[in-house]
């Protein structure tokens, strides 16, 4: 009985090691292998259709600017070329130039993003947190600016009451 169980240990010890082989074997793959059999072109549409979300343009709006389809627009969107012609008037409606499509990668957006600093709130230790004004004074103004125009409606009210009870 001691030697089925020896067995089986030894059986689970070859076939997990023969597990993370190929799991192991699997990301080398996909680290190395896969990324010198890629294409180096540049895939146009993609970038098109990037700076097009990024500027908050739907592709149907972008086919009617262009007087196309807009299965046309997903086509070029989807192809990896697009002919300089239709590139430039994409770009022209994109609000970009035809070399800042060319130029355009995601990381170059995140990086500009990244390092962008908004000068109003760095101008001093928490200056946009330093107000002019107590901000519960100002609602406290305006719960009594409420209460007063509350009172008056109710005035007027028991004014028209006391005018149909008269007549």
């Known amino acids: ?17 023969i597990h993370w082989f190929i799991t192991i074997l699997g990301i080398y793959y996909i680290c190395f292998m896969e990324t010198s059999t890629k294409s180096n072109k540049v895939h146009i549409g993609r970038k098109i259709s990037r700076i097009r979300e990024i500027r ?3 592709q149907d709006f972008l086919a009617i600017e262009l007087g196309v389809s807009q299965q046309t627009i997903s086509k070029i969107e989807q192809s990896e070329e697009v002919d300089d012609a239709m590139l430039e008037k994409i770009a022209k409606v994109l609000g970009v130039t035809k070399e800042a499509i060319h130029q355009f990668s995601d990381d170059a957006v ?7 600093n908004d000068n109003s709130f760095n101008n ?10 107590n ?9 009594d600016a409420n209460k007063e125009l509350y009172e008056r409606l109710l005035a ?3 004014e028209k009451i006391e005018l149909l009870k008269n007549k």
Not at 1 to 17: A, D
Not at 110 to 116: C, E, G, H, L, R
Not at 126 to 132: D, E, G, L, S, V
Not at 135 to 143: N, R
């Open 1 to 17: 009985m001691r030697y089925g169980n020896s067995v089986t240990y030894q059986l689970k010890w070859y076939l997990t090691t």
């Open 56 to 58: 908050g343009i739907k």
């Open 110 to 116: 995140i990086n500009y993003f990244n390092t962008f």
């Open 124 to 133: 001093g230790a928490y200056n946009a947190f330093n107000c002019n004004f």
């Open 135 to 143: 901000p519960i004074e100002k609602l406290m103004e305006a719960l």
């Open 156 to 158: 007027s009210e028991r």
